[in-house]
């Protein structure tokens, strides 16, 4: 079954439902319209092509995207997308640093905050990394199969951001030994990022390969790694809540 349908009928043929597609699962037909790639590559439902639709003509597993309401006292939460399209744009280490700043008054275990951060800005660094990874993905057939509608001039492993911000830390310095401070404020990181007009995207191919991030990144080798953050200016827009699954709550 597929899980991207159309309402051929509202749709107009715009394009920015396959242009957002990370893995460019949506198609185009020759007069525009889009139809989904249903032959057996994963689709994330990360919802990017309902999101982004002007005309609300996409379902994800059957539902439509929700217009995004001004009031909602959650937006800020609700808003916050994976951006894998930047412009050709460098964003100030000062800005990058503002976020990094507010990271200070995240949840940490007994206030010890022992995460670092490193910040590569270096363009030709990152793409060099980026070839690489890619370079390494193709040699496993189960994640290469991901990029196979994916040009052969994009970069799919950091998607042309102008830096990547990396969250690391001594293990043994933290209170806790499940990682807990790292993720939380890179997520704390993520979501001033966004606030101050940025876009993100955490890198889950980087930390599959955290130790050449390491050595590209002169992180001391007994750190670990908790995130790599992309970040740039969005060059997409999105207008609209994606469908999401429903919580799972359990009252006792």
Not at 28 to 56: L, Q, T, Y
Not at 143 to 153: F, L
Request: glycine residues 8%; proline residues 6%.
């Amino acid at each position: 079954m597929e899980e991207i349908t159309f309402d051929q009928d509202a749709c107009t043929g715009c394009g920015l439902c396959a242009r957002s597609c990370p893995f460019r699962l949506i198609g185009r037909e020759s007069d525009g319209r889009p139809f989904f790639r249903n032959d057996g590559i994963a689709c994330m439902e990360c919802g990017h092509c309902a999101a982004v639709c002007p005309k609300g003509a996409i379902r994800v597993r059957g539902e439509r995207a929700t217009p995004i309401d001004a009031r909602d006292e959650l937006l800020f939460i609700r808003e916050r997308r994976s951006y894998r399209r930047y412009r050709a744009e460098n964003v100030p280490f000062e800005t990058i640093e503002r976020a990094i700043d507010a990271t200070r008054y995240a949840t940490s275990g007994k206030n010890l905050h022992t995460v670092e951060w490193t910040v590569i800005t270096d363009g030709e660094l990152i793409a060099r990394m980026a070839g690489t990874l890619l370079g390494k993905l193709r040699e496993m057939p189960e994640r290469a199969i991901r990029y196979k509608y994916v040009a052969e001039d994009e970069d799919p492993t950091f998607w042309g951001a102008s830096a990547l911000v990396i969250a690391h830390g001594d293990p043994k310095a933290a209170l806790l030994p499940d990682d807990s401070d790292g993720f939380i404020a890179a997520t704390a990181f993520d979501f001033a990022a966004q606030a101050l007009g940025l876009g993100t995207c955490w890198s889950g191919t980087a930390i599959f390969a955290s130790e050449a991030i390491k050595a590209a990144g002169r992180i001391p080798a007994d750190h670990r790694v908790y995130a790599v953050i992309m970040v740039g200016y969005p060059d997409e827009r999105f207008i609209a809540l994606p469908p999401r699954k429903p919580a799972k709550i359990t009252r006792v």
